[in-house]
């Protein structure tokens, strides 16, 4: 595999998770031992920061919460600063296991994103209500349709970047809930970028409340409307960032 | 004839307005335009009302008053559009402001420590040696 000999930055997006971040750093260690971890701090008021740094991660601070997007592209701006080619983005909640990892990386020689999916296959007994299931499945449909592959879970926020991916995540990647992780496979898709999915098992989250409930859930999916309505030209172009010396 | 009088008012009162906010450097050119019209539009509306029920027949509205109903209710809407656009940018600018500012702080915090690391290596054992110190700032330089 080519990108083995390439640095790994695994990045945490994390708001509020001081309950377990310190468990999820120190599975990541385990893990990916020869991985960078950077922990996004998406102005947390919690002891997210505290606890982070405590297990030995970089934490980078938002000086207010920017959602989720935010806190990645955070995270993709400072990779291609720090030369890293290659990326991983974990929860910090701990559902995801990093060690299926390694699945995500090993996809990248072919394809530059790669998402760590649920309901890849039937007997994936991951819980989720009826109506989120439905909601999930329909805008796996509907992305599947601008892409060139089947994808069955579209907002996991278990995915692996590679470089093209990271360069154009770097300027370009959706800010709002939901749609930082739809949007951004539009982007993606939109730009050639390769996307793949692997099957994997998710664990319930380990503690800690999730950020959104299912009412503003339905509201974030309604703004994603137009995403995929208007083939947008990017907004805003970011001046490119450079690998700082 | 008083109705007149006040229409005129309100235009001049809004010309003036944008004219000292302007001034005072309260409020950006762009955002005065369509104020600066609207004004305009009243205070020659006020000033020689026929010229409404003129441009109404032209346009084949019957009633003077809607021409003048359907003039503000797109100036407003004009207003609120450009207003979201701007809270867009501003939004967008800000994040990132945002992001880029918790980079830079860690990077800063990195390189502070590193810096305080390699004074503390410096032996202590020679305070006014003139020897090491343009060594050691010259790295911190650099960093």
Known sequence: MALDDDRLLVIIPCYNESETIGAVLHEVRACLPNADVLVVDDGSTDHTRPVAIAAGARVVTLPFNLGVGGALRTGFRYAIRHGYRVALQIDGDGQHDPATAHTLLAELSGADLVIGARFADEEDDYEVGLVRRLVMRALARSVSRHSDTTLTDVTSGFRAFGPRALSLFAAHYPAEYLGDTVEALLIATRHGLKVRQVGVAMRPRQGGAASQTSARSAIHVLRLVPAFLVPARLKHELPAVEESP | ?143
């Not at chain 2, 967008?92 to 402001?97: F, G, H, K, P």
């Not at chain 2, 945002?98 to 810096?115: F, T, Y």
């Open chain 2, 1 to 143: 004839m008083t109705a007149q009088l006040f229409g005129a008012a309100l235009g001049v009162i809004t010309l003036v307005l944008m004219y000292l906010l302007i001034r005072r450097g309260w409020l950006k050119e762009k955002y005065t335009l369509v104020w600066l019209f609207a004004g305009l539009v009243t205070l020659v509306v006020a000033v020689y009302p026929p010229i409404i029920n003129g441009i109404a027949r032209a346009l084949g509205i019957h009633q003077g008053m809607n021409l003048l109903f359907v003039f503000a209710d797109v100036a407003m809407m004009l207003v609120c559009l450009q207003l979201s656009v701007e809270a867009s940018t501003l939004t967008y600018r800000t994040r990132a402001l945002a992001e880029d500012v918790a980079i830079l702080r860690l990077e800063v915090e990195n390189q502070r420590r590193q810096i305080e690391s390699m004074k503390g290596a410096t032996p202590p054992a020679e305070p006014a040696s003139g020897a090491l110190a343009p060594g050691a700032r010259r790295e911190g330089e650099e960093l």
